[in-house]
T-cell receptor
Framework: GQSLEQPSEVTAVEGAIVQINCTYQTSGFYGLSWYQQHDGGAPTFLSYNGLDGLEETGRFSSFLSRSDSYGYLLLQELQMKDSASYFCAVYSGNTPLVFGKGTRLSVIA | DAMVIQNPRYQVTQFGKPVTLSCSQTLNHNVMYWYQQKSSQAPKLLFHYYDKDFNNEADTPDNFQSRRPNTSFCFLDIRSPGLGDAAMYLC??????????FGPGTRLLVL
């Protein structure tokens, strides 16, 4: 089977940096994706890591360590609009993504 | 703009009255998914299509059915909605399986 663990809630201050961790157990691992979902909205794709290391897209970065079965999403220069739920998801080949339970990020002034 | 469209955005139905939710895409993706999402939970995959090949998740209730008449359209039929089926229903598409593109969702209310 497959399982993912991520914190249920994180709170951070506007302008700060926050890291959302994700650990996974799966067979046939190909890569790790991250999705953002605002309240009442649909999930939107943020990033995909198929290889170890850091991928940067503007204020957001995502990291993967296959040997540690671990990844994280890093959000810099936090803005109030970054308050949302963030889901990590495992891609294992010819099967649909398996989503984690999500981390609710609250950005406070 | 290429996109995933869901109609209606809000649907109210009565307990036990069949309801159909629709999804269309202009992305020409071969894979389409239906998810159920309840408040503060992760999206739960109900089923997906690789082209016309239908794949049902083992724990998807028989009350839920799906149709995909062509590449662009996919429907979710709930034969006899119960109060527990009130949720957001999300349609998604992909061509490369590691990336999914979601529609805005249909929020279903069962009275």
């Amino acid at each position: 089977g497959q399982s993912l663990e991520q914190p249920s809630e994180v709170t951070a201050v506007e302008g700060a940096i926050v890291q959302i961790n994700c650990t996974y157990q799966t067979s046939g691992f190909y890569g790790l994706s991250w999705y953002q979902q605002h309240d009442g909205g649909a999930p939107t794709f943020l990033s995909y890591n198929g290889l170890d290391g850091l991928e940067e897209t503007g204020r957001f970065s995502s990291f993967l360590s296959r040997s540690d079965s671990y990844g994280y999403l890093l959000l810099q220069e936090l803005q109030m609009k970054d308050s949302a739920s963030y889901f990590c998801a495992v891609y294992s080949g010819n099967t649909p993504l398996v989503f984690g339970k999500g981390t609710r990020l609250s950005v406070i002034a | 703009d290429a996109m995933v469209i869901q109609n209606p955005r809000y649907q109210v139905t009565q307990f036990g009255k069949p309801v159909t939710l629709s999804c269309s895409q202009t992305l020409n993706h071969n894979v389409m998914y239906w998810y159920q999402q309840k408040s503060s939970q992760a999206p739960k995959l109900l089923f997906h299509y690789y082209d016309k090949d239908f794949n049902n998740e083992a724990d998807t209730p028989d009350n839920f059915q799906s149709r995909r008449p062509n590449t662009s359209f996919c429907f979710l039929d709930i034969r006899s909605p119960g109060l527990g089926d009130a949720a957001m229903y999300l349609c998604a598409t992909s061509s490369q399986l590691e990336t999914q593109y979601f529609g805005p969702g249909t929020r279903l209310l069962v009275l």
